[in-house]
């Protein structure tokens, strides 16, 4: 579960790709836009300007480069031509890219123009939760430390965690081990060693943290039709702490 040196600097590189690709989404003017037209442009920007692969592309027969889960989705929505990003949308982009063998993962709860107070306090609060996840990892640390961390901060706010899907430890493939969840007692799993590379990616939802999987096989959505909201970056241990891999431009700070 371990990687070198060597292969977390590709790595690395990846996620500086990765972070490239969320700054150009970063820039698009979402509102009006279909989620496939999202999905093309950022295929094309991965492709011909990035020179990578998009790694979800043909991964377990999925035909797109991104996930795109709005409002009630919690993960895995399908991207479509008839989806248009309205304003008051929340909207999750989950983006894999891959270069020099090696893969990064990572996703960004967007809000589409003018968004009510209880679904931008989700989003920021989602937020925050991966970063009390990310600020939990360190040598000697244990994954029920991580997971500890953000429900903790979930339930302090009010939220519930999804715990049907969780992190995954990644490199030459989109899922390795070890799995990461985003609930759990201090102390306990699998402790946390220099070289380990893997995903937070807490889904918090409104409401319940029951979801249930639409007829298309893919997108999850709440049971009870809240709003959910997504955050993800790809992290190695390290010999005294944490690096996030996929750290975007406007974070500098966080990693400070």
Same mark, same amino acid.
């Given at each position: 579960?371990?990687?070198?040196?060597?292969?977390?600097?590709?790595?690395?590189?990846?996620?500086?790709?990765?972070?490239?690709?969320?700054?150009?989404?970063? /820039?698009?003017?979402?509102?009006?836009?279909?989620?496939?037209?999202?999905?093309?442009?950022? $295929?094309?920007?991965?492709?011909?300007?990035?020179?990578?692969?998009?790694?979800?592309?043909?991964?377990? *027969?999925? /035909?797109?480069?991104?996930?795109?889960?709005?409002?009630?989705?919690?993960?895995?929505?399908?991207?479509?031509?008839?989806? &248009?990003?309205?304003?008051?949308?929340?909207?999750?982009?989950?983006?894999?890219?891959?270069?020099?063998?090696?893969?990064?993962?990572?996703?960004?709860?967007?809000? &589409?123009?003018?968004?009510?107070?209880?679904?931008?306090?989700?989003?920021?609060?989602?937020?925050?939760?991966?970063?009390?996840?990310?600020?939990?990892?360190?040598?000697?640390?244990?994954?029920?430390?991580?997971? +500890?961390?953000?429900?903790?901060?979930?339930?302090?706010?009010?939220?519930?965690?999804?715990?049907?899907?969780?992190?995954?430890?990644?490199?030459?493939?989109? +899922? $390795?081990?070890?799995?990461?969840? +985003?609930?759990?007692?201090?102390?306990?799993?699998?402790?946390?060693?220099?070289?380990?590379?893997?995903? &937070?990616?807490?889904?918090?939802?409104?409401?319940?943290?029951?979801?249930?999987?639409?007829?298309? *096989?893919?997108?999850?959505?709440?049971?009870?039709?809240?709003?959910?909201?997504?955050?993800?970056?790809?992290?190695?241990?390290?010999?005294?702490?944490?690096?996030?891999?996929?750290?975007?431009?406007?974070?500098?700070?966080?990693?400070?």
């Amino acid at each position: 579960m371990t990687k070198t040196q060597g292969e977390i600097e590709i790595m690395a590189e990846a996620g500086g790709l990765l972070a490239l690709t969320f700054a150009y989404l970063d /820039g698009l003017p979402l509102a009006g836009m279909s989620t496939l037209e999202v999905n093309d442009l950022v $295929e094309a920007f991965i492709v011909d300007r990035l020179g990578a692969r998009p790694a979800s592309k043909g991964q377990y *027969g999925y /035909g797109f480069v991104l996930n795109s889960s709005r409002n009630q989705v919690v993960c895995h929505g399908v991207p479509s031509k008839d989806e &248009i990003l309205a304003d008051g949308d929340i909207v999750n982009f989950d983006i894999t890219l891959e270069t020099g063998g090696y893969i990064a993962d990572s996703s960004k709860t967007y809000l &589409i123009g003018e968004v009510a107070g209880p679904a931008r306090r989700l989003v920021n609060t989602t937020y925050e939760a991966m970063w009390k996840g990310i600020r939990a990892v360190r040598p000697g640390a244990t994954l029920g430390d991580i997971g +500890h961390a953000i429900e903790t901060h979930a339930k302090a706010n009010g939220y519930s965690i999804v715990r049907d899907y969780c992190g995954h430890g990644i490199g030459r493939e989109m +899922h $390795e081990e070890p799995q990461v969840l +985003h609930f759990g007692r201090p102390g306990h799993g699998l402790t946390l060693r220099e070289g380990m590379v893997f995903t &937070i990616e807490p889904m918090l939802n409104q409401g319940r943290r029951t979801v249930r999987t639409q007829a298309d *096989g893919w997108t999850v959505v709440t049971a009870d039709g809240k709003l959910s909201a997504q955050f993800e970056h790809t992290v190695a241990v390290t010999a005294d702490g944490v690096r996030v891999l996929t750290l975007r431009p406007d974070e500098a700070q966080r990693a400070a």
